[in-house]
Each structure stands twice: as C-alpha cells, then as structure tokens.
C-alpha cells in the first residue's frame, strides 16, 4: 500500500507560477512510476504528466509541455511539478498518483494504482 499526499496548491494570478510536490510512504519508492493529474469541475480527470522508475523518461500533455516541469527525488520519496506560465485553463484540482514498476501508458487513468487526495491549483486572469 502506498499512500501519496500532494501540497503545494493555491491561488496564482495568470502567468505565475507554483510548485506541487507529493511525498510518498512507499518503502521502495524508486519501483513506482509517478505521475500527476489534474480534475476541473464537471470534466474527466486528465494527464499532466509523469516520470519513469529512475527519472530517465519524462512524459507531458500538449497543453502543459514546455510550462510544466515534472521531477523526483527517490532519496526523498517525493516527485515535484513544477508549474510555470500558469493560464486560467490550468484551474483544477491536481492528483499525484504511483504505478508500480515500468510506464505502459503513462496518459491513462487506470495505469496508476494508488492516488493521492489531490491540492487545488486556482489560476486567475
């Protein structure tokens, strides 16, 4: 069982930026792959992105890539997303998740096994 909890949330005006991070309680951290994701109200949860087992391969959303920057630390346990250039549309509720061992399909809802509760990101214009 891991158990995954994210902080970092707020409010930003557009254009700023905010760092999410999520520390996680599995004992060998470094055989999970991790990503985030991220929920507006009344819409599906979708993929920001995610990183592999040892940080060696990194995957992003068109919508994020080149704004986003995501990051881990095994020795830490925590994975980080870096948030950068921050637009109105990037309003949601953001949920680190864990897969464990190697990155099938990093975009997709039901390759992670474990969630976090998710922090609100608010970004206004």
């Known amino acids: 069982q891991v158990q995954l909890v994210e902080s970092g949330g707020g409010l930003v005006q557009a254009g700023g930026s905010l760092r999410l991070s999520c520390a996680a309680s599995?004992?060998?951290?470094?055989?999970?792959?991790m990503g985030w994701f991220r929920q507006a109200p009344g819409e599906a949860r979708e993929f920001v992105a995610a990183v592999s087992l040892i940080a060696g391969s990194t995957y992003y959303a068109d919508s994020v890539k080149g704004r986003f920057t995501i990051s881990r630390d095994n020795a830490k346990k925590t994975v980080s997303l870096q948030m950068s250039s921050l637009k109105p549309e990037d309003t949601a509720v953001y949920y680190c998740?864990?897969?464990?061992?190697?990155?099938?399909?990093?975009?997709?809802?039901?390759?992670?096994?474990?969630w976090g509760q998710g922090t609100q990101v608010t970004v206004s214009s």
């Open positions: 998740a864990a897969k464990p061992g190697i990155l099938a399909y990093p975009a997709r809802v039901d390759e992670y096994a474990y």
């Open positions: 599995a004992r060998s951290f470094s055989t999970y792959a």
